[in-house]
C-alpha cells in the first residue's frame, strides 16, 4: 500500500514562509494528479493545488500568486512552498494522489478520484 506523509507544518507569522512537503513511498499506480487540500474546523475540505504528470499546475483562487507547488519524482516528494501565508490559511493540510490526470483540473469536484491521502499535516498562520 502507498503511504503518504506530510511534514513541514507548524506556526508561521502572517507575511512569512513555510514549505510543505509530502513523501510517497510503497507501490501504487502512476501518480497522475498529485494535489494539496487543506480543511479548517467546522469548513468543508477544499482543494488548495494540484500538479499533473506533465508538471502542469492549478491553484486555488485565494492562494494563486502566494503559493507554489512542484514535485521531484526522483525522489517522490511533493512540495508546497507557502509565502505570504494569511491568518485564513490556517488549516490541516493533506496531500493526496489520484491515477486520472483529470482530477487536477478541479479537485474539489474530483475529491473522490484521489485515492491515497496523508494524515495531515496542520499549519497556524497568526
Known amino acids: 500500500d502507498v503511504q503518504l506523509v506530510e511534514s513541514g507544518g507548524g506556526t508561521a507569522q502572517a507575511g512569512g514562509s513555510l514549505r510543505l512537503s509530502c513523501v510517497a513511498s510503497g507501490y501504487t499506480y502512476s501518480k497522475y494528479c498529485m494535489a494539496w487540500f487543506r480543511q479548517a474546523p467546522g469548513r468543508v475540505r477544499e482543494g488548495v493545488a494540484a500538479i499533473d504528470s506533465g508538471g502542469g499546475t492549478s491553484y486555488a483562487d485565494s492562494v494563486k500568486g502566494r503559493f507554489t507547488i512542484s514535485k521531484d519524482n526522483a525522489k517522490n516528494t511533493l512540495s508546497l512552498q507557502m509565502n505570504s501565508p494569511k491568518p485564513e490559511d490556517t488549516a490541516m493540510y493533506y496531500c493526496?494522489?489520484?491515477?486520472?490526470?483529470?482530477?487536477?483540473?478541479?479537485?474539489?469536484?474530483?475529491?473522490?478520484?484521489?485515492?491515497?491521502w496523508g494524515q495531515g499535516t496542520q499549519v497556524t498562520v497568526s
Open positions: 493526496a494522489t489520484s491515477q486520472w490526470v483529470g482530477s487536477c483540473r478541479d479537485p474539489d469536484r474530483r475529491s473522490g478520484d484521489f485515492g491515497y
